[in-house]
């Protein structure tokens, strides 16, 4: 058997405390499954005092192997395990670079109520590998807040797609977006237009990105679309076009720091992501692919999972609801105990 250790990411630590390593390794397995590899004794070790997620394989990790491991949203480090004159000890292997911009986007703006974005990337990865399609994938997030997945999503290479109620956020979205662009030199057209229902039944403004890496690539048109509406999720299908979406990815709002609006017009926020969810999944749904998968974490203090999964469901979304998707529930803070829930079109 061969034996490999990861060194998870230091800041997955420091907002998950004793819960990032069992989330880790619930993610592991669950990548574990799409590889045709046999995985043994994954578990948490400690090795020289430091906690590392360690496991062994029937056969040695080819560099395809290692590139889907780096996926891993919590990947820090990669070892082989090598035992020499009785003492482990641990060689580093390469990790994979596939990024299509630097994964350093999504932690660059801090606020406060911010979705960590190492969870984040966990999101998607369990969405990603929940459905069948691995090219060109569209991922929306319907509560995008200052456009946490959207920056992750593109560092995997995706276009990606936002709505976000509150102007204010998207305009610093908009500005924070352009100014990487142009410091790290990518090529790319802005656009803007105004959006409106029937009888100005609503209004929204769609502020769109397309970028390339290189001139050539841009010439070309081998572009990332990066794309945000400012308006009501509410009216999501009015956005965009039904079927459009490979996945979607949200952080429902707790309440408080986070909070959500399901009328343009109401001024107060809800607490309760089940208001939200009744208003605007019916409108997610509509441009989600068949086979699509929407993923969505939110906190379990004020809606019980099994009330999450009856909304769902009355959706005519099948909730996926066996071992490997009920095993990311945890801690926040005191009134915040976060869990995912996946769904498939």
């Known amino acids: 058997m061969n034996a490999y250790a990861i060194l998870c990411n230091p800041g997955h630590n420091r907002v998950y405390f004793e819960a990032s390593l069992k989330m880790a ?52 480090a990669l070892f082989k395990i090598e035992n020499i004159g009785g003492e482990e000890l641990l060689k580093p292997i390469d990790k994979a670079h596939n990024e299509f911009v630097d994964e350093s986007i999504g932690s660059l703006l801090k606020y406060t109520g911010k979705t960590n974005e190492i969870f984040t990337r966990m999101m ?3 969405a990603r590998c929940s459905q069948n399609n691995n090219k060109n994938i569209k991922l929306l997030d319907p509560v995008a807040g200052k456009g946490t997945t959207l920056f992750e999503g593109l560092v ?37 237009i105004k959006i409106s229902g029937v009888n100005k039944s609503f209004s929204a403004q769609r502020h769109t990105f397309s970028t390339a890496k290189t001139k050539e690539d841009f010439k070309n048109k081998n572009t990332k679309t990066i794309e945000i509406v400012s308006g009501n999720s509410m009216f999501a299908d009015k956005y965009f076009k039904r079927n459009f979406f490979d996945i979607i990815v949200g952080d429902l709002p707790y309440g408080v ?44 203090n004020v809606l019980p999972r099994e009330q ?38």
């Open 308 to 345: 999450m999964k009856k909304i769902f469901e009355q959706k005519k979304l099948k909730v996926l609801n066996d071992e490997d998707y009920i095993q990311f529930e945890h801690r926040v803070d005191r009134s915040i105990l976060r869990d995912i829930i996946a769904a498939r079109k």
């Open 25 to 76: 390794v619930a993610e592991f397995n669950f990548f574990a499954r799409t590889l045709p590899l046999t995985f043994e004794e994954v578990e948490c070790k400690n090795i020289g005092g430091v906690d590392y997620l360690t496991f062994k394989t029937n056969l040695e990790l080819k560099p395809k192997d290692v590139e889907f491991l780096t996926e891993l949203s919590f990947i820090y």
């Open 124 to 126: 998607i990865n369990i």
């Open 156 to 192: 995997k290479g995706y276009d990606v797609y936002g709505v976000e109620i509150g102007e204010k956020i998207v305009t610093e979205t908009y500005h924070f977006l352009k100014k990487f662009l142009e410091t790290a030199k990518y090529k790319f057209d802005y656009s803007e």
């Open 257 to 300: 720091q986070h909070g959500n609006v399901t009328n343009e017009k109401q001024s107060s926020l809800t607490r309760n992501p089940s208001e939200l969810l009744e208003m605007c999944l019916p409108s997610w749904a509509e441009v989600l692919k068949p086979g699509g998968v929407i993923v969505l974490a939110w906190n379990k």
